[in-house]
């Protein structure tokens, strides 16, 4: 990936924003650009997956990029061989591709995954969403009564321990998702919740990917 301009590193920072299903492969420049694979159901072993773009030092949710590593590739001028073909001459099949679209509306909705039978995909507000079994789900999720966060941060949380109590695990689970960007790097209330509800919907890899996030924000500076 180095040759491509990127980076990787075994100690790899990752924010503390960024969504745990997000499995970051490499950054790039001072600007802390990086770009990671969205794992929806890890439980569904994707062979590929829709790749995000986001930057260390920007205030939004990272954004989908391409619809997998073909198409990032691709954007980028670079062809994949496989290992029996001849290299291509210098430069060659690294041309800046022009026959790629620019980005609406219906491209980015045909990237998103499609939802397997017996599961459901709601938004959320890190850009992410929740893909889980529908019976992990409340019942009437769309119609839940959701205190505001910032007014009534306590009744939301109580919202979020009611929803985890009642199995209800892939809903908490959302909530905490759309107020992950409103918050204070490193909120513990957030962390444990959140990691409460991976662990019901045994997502270990996510789990994982929040508990690296937190190690590092809290781990000593020189």
């Not at 290299?87 to 679209?101: H, I, T, V, Y």
Request: aromatic share 14%.
């Amino acid at each position: 990936m180095r040759h491509f301009g990127f980076d990787w590193s075994a100690d790899f920072f990752r924010p503390w924003f960024t969504p745990p299903e997000l499995c970051i492969f490499g950054w790039q420049g001072a600007g802390g650009a990086y770009w990671g694979h969205v794992i929806y159901t890890p439980e569904l072993s994707p062979t590929d997956a829709p790749i995000y773009y986001g930057a260390y030092t920007d205030s939004d949710p990272p954004e989908l990029s391409a619809r997998d590593s073909d198409e990032f590739f691709h954007q980028r001028g670079i062809r994949l061989i496989s290992e029996d073909e001849a290299l291509p001459e210098e430069d060659e099949g690294n041309e800046d591709s022009e026959d790629f679209p620019e980005l609406d509306e219906a491209i980015i909705a045909s990237w998103l995954p499609q939802v397997p039978e017996s599961y459901r995909f709601v938004a959320t507000e890190d850009n992410i969403g929740v893909m889980a079994p529908a019976a992990q789900f409340h019942p009437d999720h769309a119609n839940l009564d959701v205190p505001d966060f910032h007014t009534r941060t306590q009744a939301y949380y109580a919202l979020v321990e009611e929803l985890l109590r009642k199995n209800h695990s892939a809903s908490a689970l959302a909530l905490l998702k759309d107020i992950h960007w409103k918050l204070s790097a490193g909120d513990e209330r957030w962390s444990a919740l959140s990691m409460e509800a991976y662990r019901m919907l045994d997502r270990p890899l996510h789990a994982n990917n929040l508990k690296a996030a937190d190690e590092y924000l809290r781990r000593p500076r020189d």
